[in-house]
């Protein structure tokens, strides 16, 4: 039997919302560790239903990171509108999802 672990609207970004008073940058890449270690652990299918990033051009430092922290896992997912510039899926190929996707980092739904 295939175990799934699911997930949505991470969106990974560079900088802390300004309602977060604590260190969100560690937080959120704790937070995505442990969907990552439990995925690892479960020999499981990540299937993420978009928004994966904050927004469609993350920093290439998020990006690094980004690729850094999802690589060898197996993730699905699809570009939500936070993914995509100007929302239009025909410019994913200019996105950090376009970018993850090239990369094999995500097959994209």
């Known amino acids: 039997m295939t175990t799934l672990i699911a997930t949505a609207d991470i969106h990974i970004r560079d900088n802390a919302p300004k309602c977060r008073t604590d260190n969100f940058i560690n937080a959120q890449w704790s937070k995505l ?3 990552r270690d439990l995925v690892e652990k479960r020999n499981a ?23 850094h922290e999802l690589q060898g896992v197996e993730i699905y997912t ?30 994209l739904l």
């Open 33 to 35: 560790g442990q969907v």
């Open 45 to 67: 299918i990540w299937l993420d239903a978009g928004d994966l990033f904050h927004k469609a051009n993350p920093s290439l430092s998020l990006m690094t990171r980004t690729i």
């Open 78 to 107: 699809v570009a939500g509108n936070h993914d995509l510039p100007a929302h239009n899926i025909n410019r994913m190929n200019e996105s950090g999802i376009g970018v993850l996707h090239g990369a094999v980092i995500v097959k």
